[in-house]
């Protein structure tokens, strides 16, 4: 078997859709091969993960360096090196420059945790409870120079029932993020879901006019 889909992975945390990635290679349910983990903060504890699985990992740490495209250009040289397929942002909490998303064209994804358009940036949870919103979710987009603006290609939705908090959301969002991050990746592996170089998006030889839904 091949080795599939050669993926670098960026993390700024707890990793844990890096481990979903992880444990869905090691099942054999997603065909490609983490050819290296960054991450912008030392302390990570992704990168725990990682090396607990004997991945190759990287630091580059933001504060080293005075100004985004400085550090920007250290990750690239980086990436370059490890000739990626696919840059898979898995909790990366940095804004990446536009000159870093031109090198990489049509071949960054993000997860963000909510249906985008509706609530880019940060805090969505808490936002989406202040503004009574009965559902929220999911969203793995690819990645262009403005700040989670790319097409989407999978949503996952879950309700907000009375009551919940910002760590229930967060529950929620997780649970599906570890199942459709995995499944996107598989899906790409097979071809079955292909980003063209006009950054267009097929699934089963089809345009994608909107966002595929997930259904677990
Ligand atoms: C995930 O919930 C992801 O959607 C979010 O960070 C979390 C990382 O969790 N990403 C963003 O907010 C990007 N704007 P993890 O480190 O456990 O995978």
């Given at each position: ?108 994804l993000n997860i963000h945790p909510a249906l985008l358009p509706a609530y880019k940036g940060l805090d969505t949870h808490q936002r989406a409870l202040a503004n009574a919103e009965k559902e929220h979710g999911v969203s793995i987009h690819l990645v262009t120079a403005e ?70």
């Amino acid at each position: 078997m091949s080795s599939g889909l050669v993926l670098a992975i960026l993390i700024s945390g707890s990793g844990s859709n890096l481990q979903a990635i992880i444990d869905a290679i090691e099942a054999g349910t997603l065909n490609a091969r983490i050819a290296t983990v960054v991450s912008n903060n030392p302390d990570a504890y992704g990168l725990q993960r990682a090396i607990r699985h004997g991945l190759p990992v990287k630091v580059i740490n933001h504060r080293d360096y005075a100004k985004r495209e400085l550090y920007d250009a250290e990750l690239r040289r980086h990436l370059q090196s490890v000739a990626p397929d696919l840059i898979v942002l898995a909790g990366y909490m940095r804004i990446l420059s536009a000159g870093f998303v031109r090198a990489f064209e049509n071949r960054i994804l993000n997860i963000h945790p909510a249906l985008l358009p509706a609530y880019k940036g940060l805090d969505t949870h808490q936002r989406a409870l202040a503004n009574a919103e009965k559902e929220h979710g999911v969203s793995i987009h690819l990645v262009t120079a403005e700040l989670d603006d790319g097409p989407v290609l999978l949503q996952g939705r879950y309700p907000i029932e009375n009551g919940d908090s910002v760590s229930d959301l967060q529950v929620k969002g997780h649970q599906l993020e570890h199942q459709m991050y995995p499944a996107v990746l598989r899906w790409i592996s097979e071809n079955k879901l292909v980003i063209d170089d006009n950054g267009q998006i097929h699934y089963e030889q089809s345009l994608l006019e909107n966002p595929l839904q997930y259904s677990a």
